[in-house]
């Protein structure tokens, strides 16, 4: 089948390509900035189109010629959210109908049969509504928890129970949830694909097991080694009040930590299991809970995190100026410039800059980095405990911190791009050359465009720690690589 992948830069898109194309499919990628997805093992393998859901035309060239489309966009970072689904899932709907796909596949949110869901829960049942009332087919699985090596439902669970041997929760923690591994969820995206013709219905899809919160949290422990896990029931304790706990905890934002925790609200189970008639379980069987966390375990600690929920990139407008923006593309710029020689290879200096953040550190004053990122956190922020998928390697595209990698020159050049909160937008440019005389020339310029006066006062206010935080690094950087060389 030719497929088109929308949201393929994202956690479920970046692992469902490869396996679209391991099952023989035309895969056709859309993305608003492709350069993304530069360094994808599978970018070579693929057809890659510039494209926004939120745009019209681009979205009817992008289906043009395809057979099926696969929907996995959320807009969780909006305030519009709602909105904006709306509008893109009515702009796939149309696009589709005039390409004449044969179908529209989408991952949607198990639900109860109430009225009175989550704002985000019941904006993904109304984008699967769209589509199932639109003229083409659609097939719309519904699933809650997803257990996967990286996924934001994972990194929740993982950071509560491994952080807190005893936490005060709230009520929902004893609501039954039918959680499913992400092998399991991607077995029948795939599937989906070729199921028979006038297919046009939800499926609710989980996992063999059904179990509250606090026996997931209690078996994690038991599969990572942990003690039992203490915990003690509060009434008080909003979902509200409980995200914001997340936010604070793990590395997972409140603006993530909201509507997953307003789902858990639910009762979120599977009422039917028809998916299994069309798409019957392996010999081994769907995964349990225990082998799903015993997998993802196994991966977070050999690196092999394909994909993580910070794939997807917090939004921004690409039409605005970018660090690579020549000086006259308008407004102010800030910068602060350091360039410092080595005698330490290009090759050795490289090194600790693709290793920079993470456990490896920012190479400055450290006090400095967690108080900003605690304040980050608080404010609702990513804060610094993201981390990184690898700690060696980096690639285009990926969470880093509070960073986001915008661009990468291996052995040259890495650009980042912040997404803590900021009155103004900012990034990070780590470059590396030989010296004229040999050994290394390390070259650190750091850039902020303000946003009103807020953004030129935080500049002026921070300009005095820049020696420290700046000036540090860059000598830390230079230092680390002399003393491994």
Known sequence: MRCVVFGASGYIGGRLVPDLLEAGHQVRVVARNPAKLGDRPWHDDVEIVRGDVLDADSTEQAVDGQQVAYYLVHSLHSNDFAARDRQAAGNLSSAAESAGLRRIVYLGGLHPDTDELSPHLASRKEVGDIFLDGPTDAVVLQAAVILGSGSASFEMLRHLTERLPAMVTPQWVHN???????????????????????QNRTFDIGGPDVLTYV??????????GLPRRIVLPVPVLTPWL??????LVTPVPGSIAVPLIASLVHEVICQEDDICELVPDPPQGRLHFEQAVELALTRIGQYRVTTRWSDAGWPHDPSQPSAADPDWAGGTVYEDLRERHSTASPEQVWQVVEGIGGEHGWYSFPLAWVVRGWADRVSGGVGLRRGRRDPYRLHTGEA????RVEDIERGSRLLLR?????PGRAWLELSVSPGVHG????????VFRPHGFAGHAYWKLIAPFHDVVFGGMAANITGAAERAS
Do not use: H, K
């Open 242 to 247: 409980s995200a914001q706990w997340v936010n």
């Open 215 to 224: 026996e997931m949290m209690r078996r994690y422990a038991v599969v990572a």
């Open 400 to 403: 880093l911190d509070w960073w």
């Open 418 to 422: 912040a997404e803590m909160r900021l």
């Open 176 to 198: 039954r949830i039918q959680p499913i591994a992400i092998r399991d969820v991607l077995r029948y995206l795939v599937a989906a694909a070729s199921f028979p013709a006038g």
């Open 439 to 446: 050994g290394t020339c390390y070259r650190q310029r750091a």
